[in-house]
């Protein structure tokens, strides 16, 4: 509880905030394997943190896009991820890169996002 004064849209807002961090370690412990850092030299545990802090930097960066851009009236940063985190790109060293398909759907969310289509 608190005695300051808040508009009800600050509290949700400070709410999601506080949401979005619980999921963010959740992130963290579960998808990037987070739980135990067991590993044996130094210098591999902190490349595991290295990797591990740009993940949640890039989660708070689609929180932010995705809020410029009202896309969590039609989705959960989940369902986002999930969606853009699906196109492919394949690299073969005797025949190169190739791309897998990517959706019209997936398309306009990179536009949206203003994250350049992949080639």
């Excluded at 949700?12 to 959740?26: A, G, T």
């Excluded at 590993?39 to 943190?49: I, M």
């Excluded at 790109?89 to 990517?102: F, N, Q, S």
Aim: aromatic share 8%.
């Amino acid at each position: 509880l608190t005695s300051t004064k808040m508009s009800s849209k600050r509290v949700l807002e400070l709410y999601r905030n506080k949401d979005l961090v619980e999921k963010s370690f959740h992130y963290l412990k579960d998808r990037l394997s987070g739980r135990r850092m067991r590993v044996s030299p130094r210098r591999t545990l902190e490349g595991k943190l290295f990797v591990q802090y740009i993940a949640l930097v890039l989660n708070m960066y689609i929180k932010k896009a995705m809020e410029e851009h009202q896309l969590f009236e039609h989705y959960t940063m989940n369902q986002l991820i999930s969606l853009i985190g699906r196109i492919e790109r394949l690299e073969y060293p005797k025949y190169g890169v190739t791309m897998g398909e990517v959706l019209e759907k997936q398309l306009k969310l990179l536009k949206k996002l203003e994250i350049p289509a992949p080639c």
